[in-house]
């Protein structure tokens, strides 16, 4: 396995140059775009890791899955599909024009910008604090790591630039989807996209999604299997944003990209996967990362379609 990991390291190690770190968050134009690790988390329990493995980046949008997931605990799934659709866009994570027409759920999904932040309206809590707090803490339970935390400089950076989320959030508002204050609400967004996690947390979050909720080593049912279904199929459909298709054809399993680089694979009953390489594609997802994980899914036989 960790020669198999290797080999596709060195394979994929030119692809950096043909993509660019993301710049729009001034922050994330610090890193190294030559960075590429992977991890893997199997189901008999062996985790293999290759590459720069170690190396910390922001979750970004791969925390959608998980504010999705935390409103599906808090709430009720009914509660969340009437608020946010699940169709795909068809466009870009960050775009406005869902819709010529009021917007309205169905224009949207939990994988895009618009829809992650309608979603953390839907967290528990009395304040924003309060609901980050627990989605910080589903975060950690579920990559095992109860260090986590949030890289204060990336979310700095972003609620300081992030004017097109505040338009978005305003969109919501301004159709009646949200109330509450547009800036509490996107504090809390910011914080969750600077979560700072490695391969090693964003596997183990996706073998648990994997295996339907129960931890794979502890058996544990962390959260019901119906969830992880209807995150791991919102994945499938919308997690690699307009690019999605592709990444169905030539990967073939549940995953959800970030512009901090990293990539998180969820191959139901068989394994989870976390990636990192931060050098993007035109459509935000990893260069590197979707070459990566195109080469593991044609030696393992991944796809699950
Ligand atoms: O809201 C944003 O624009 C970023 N915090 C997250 C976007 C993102 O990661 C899109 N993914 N590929």
Redesign the pocket.
């Known amino acids: 396995m960790i020669a198999l990991l290797e080999q596709i390291i060195s394979d994929c190690a030119h692809y950096p140059s043909q993509g660019h770190v993301?710049t729009?968050?001034p922050e994330l134009a610090n890193v190294d775009p030559n960075k590429l690790g992977i991890v893997v988390s199997l189901e008999d329990g062996g985790v293999f890791a290759a590459g720069d493995y170690r190396e910390q980046f922001?979750?970004?949008?791969?925390v959608?899955p998980l504010i999705l997931l935390q409103a599906l605990m808090d709430s009720s799934i009914d509660t969340v599909r009437a608020l946010v659709g699940v169709e795909a866009t068809g466009k870009p994570?960050?775009a406005f024009n869902y819709s010529d027409q009021a917007l309205t759920g169905a224009h949207i999904n939990p994988m895009i910008?618009t829809g992650?932040?309608a979603l953390c309206t839907l967290i528990r809590g009395d304040t924003y604090p309060e609901k980050f707090a627990r989605l910080l803490a589903l975060t950690r339970k579920l990559s095992g790591n109860p260090e986590l935390d949030v890289d204060q400089a990336v979310f700095h950076s972003?609620k300081l630039t992030?004017n097109?989320?505040r338009a978005l959030a305003y969109m919501l508002k301004a159709y009646g989807m949200i109330s509450d204050p547009v800036e509490e609400i996107l504090d809390c967004?910011?914080r969750a996209?600077?979560i700072s996690i490695n391969c090693c947390d964003l596997a183990k979050i996706a073998h648990i999604f994997a295996s339907h909720g129960v931890h794979p080593a502890t058996k544990e049912p962390l959260f019901p299997a119906e969830y992880a279904k209807y995150v791991n199929a919102t994945l499938a459909t919308c997690g690699?944003?307009d690019g999605s298709g592709e990444f169905a054809l030539t990967v073939g399993f549940p995953a959800?990209?970030?512009?901090?680089g990293g990539i998180m694979g969820v191959i139901p009953r068989r394994m989870g996967i976390g990636v990192f390489a931060p050098s993007?594609d035109k459509?935000?997802?990893s260069v590197a990362g979707v070459q990566a994980l195109a080469r593991l899914s044609q030696a393992m036989d991944l796809s699950i379609y």
């Open positions: 993301a729009y968050i922001t979750m970004q949008s791969v959608k994570f960050d910008n992650a932040i972003e992030g097109k989320n967004y910011f996209c600077s690699m944003y959800k990209s970030g512009v901090g993007l459509h935000g997802n």
